[in-house]
Nanobody, 119 residues
């Protein structure tokens, strides 16, 4: 069993910054790709950023240049540094991890953390 725990969400003013963290724990041999999705009210869930175990990143155009994804493999943790936040960034942010256990490979999701950006 694997669990992902997200932290760092909250309320900020436009132009501000937040740093999200997501730590995976449980029966983990290694984690391949990790990343972040978000879902705003009334909108479909969208990809924000991904990062491979080797550190290759892929960012959505809407956040490119403002958000930075990173990870600490020793801690099984992925981060999302969010700068120059805009009201349209308001959403629930979900962490995911592609987890290799002893004999399985599965995608796990965190419960989500709310990010609210005010004008």
């Amino acid at each position: 069993q694997v669990q992902l725990v997200e932290s760092g969400g909250g309320l900020v003013q436009a132009g501000g910054s937040l740093r999200l963290s997501c730590a995976a724990s449980g029966n983990i041999a290694l984690i391949n790709t990790m990343g972040w999705y978000r879902q705003a009210p009334g909108k479909q869930r969208e990809l924000v950023a991904t990062i491979t175990r080797g550190g290759q990143t892929n960012d959505a155009d809407s956040v490119k240049g403002r958000f930075t994804i990173s990870r600490d493999n020793a801690k099984n943790t992925v981060y999302l540094q969010m700068n120059s936040l805009k009201p349209e960034d308001t959403a629930v942010y979900y962490c995911y991890a592609d987890v290799f256990a002893a004999w399985t490979r599965r995608i796990y999701w965190g419960p989500g953390t709310q990010v609210t950006v005010s004008s």
